[in-house]
């Protein structure tokens, strides 16, 4: 591996530093869902950066899809009207205009190894948060970043999600040795999705408040306004005021580790 151990890089996004020493909490709905939801979002949730699907992998075809290029839309109205940077996943190279707007795209597990999407992504000047495949060793994972990084694009966020393992408490299993890994072996940034991994609600602040106790820069949690209601991922979104008191226990945790 040769551009990995690039010199460090400031990712610099609004009005925050995403690097392997700093720490940033991005949150939003699994998915854009409609105007008065992100208007909801936008408004209640007090955080650095704004999450919301697009292009959605889903598992089933006849699962909600996402709204598309419609929910990019929505997010860039709301992101130019409250000054707040957003991230959304992009699933294909076809799509790659359409995100002209977005500050940070992310390439989600099931695409960690869509090598060609990968360089098309390396040939932009655009962070890129890349999440962990569920199946995918950290070599691959690092294999993957290089990817990017090879091709020019230094910008790179890495974001561990849940492997699959045998067990099954969890909907994957949040490993934690991953964080130590690309903090000793590249100089990315490394963040951690605990609502993925988790699959529940009840089990999202554990693992948020053990990923940040174990060093992560930063943390990636789905909040919708009415997780009942949600089109995706219902069981694992966090209420804005779940997410709330989660936020003050990460802080305070975040400031005994630092
Ligand atoms: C997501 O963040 O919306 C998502 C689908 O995550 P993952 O790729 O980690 O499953
Ligand atoms: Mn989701």
Redesign the pocket.
């Known amino acids: 591996m040769k551009a990995i151990k690039n010199e460090k890089q400031e990712i610099k996004i609004g009005n925050k530093i995403i690097s392997s020493d700093t720490f940033t909490v991005i949150a939003g709905p699994?998915?854009v869902e409609s105007v008065q939801q992100m208007d909801i979002i936008f408004k209640e949730l007090n955080v650095d950066i704004i999450?919301g699907?697009s292009f959605?992998?889903r598992t089933s075809p006849y699962d909600f899809q996402g709204l598309g290029a419609e929910a990019l839309l929505i997010l860039k109205d709301f992101k130019n009207r409250y000054n707040k940077p957003v991230i959304s996943?992009i699933m294909s190279i076809e799509q790659l205009d359409l995100f002209d707007d977005i500050d940070i795209i992310?390439v989600?597990?099931?695409n960690m190894q869509n090598f060609e999407l990968l360089k098309t992504l390396g040939k932009i000047d655009k962070p890129i948060l890349l999440?962990r495949g569920?199946g995918n060793t950290i070599e691959e994972f690092i294999a993957s970043a290089e990817y990017i990084i090879a091709n020019g694009n230094k910008k790179v966020i890495m974001?561990e999600?849940g492997i699959r393992t045998f067990s099954n408490e969890a909907r994957f299993t949040l490993d934690l040795a991953c964080i130590h890994a690309i903090k000793t072996r590249t100089n990315l940034p490394i963040f951690v999705?605990p609502s993925?991994a988790a699959g529940t609600v009840e089990l999202v602040e554990p693992l948020a408040l053990a990923a940040v106790a174990a060093g992560c820069n930063g943390l990636?949690i789905?909040v919708h306004p009415n997780p009942n209601e949600a089109l995706s991922?219902k069981n694992q979104q966090l209420t804005i005021e779940e997410f709330n008191k989660l936020k003050t226990k990460v802080d305070n945790v975040y400031n005994q580790v630092k």
């Open positions: 699994c998915s999450r699907g959605k992998p996943e992310q989600g597990a099931r999440k569920m974001c999600r999705d993925h990636i789905e991922d």
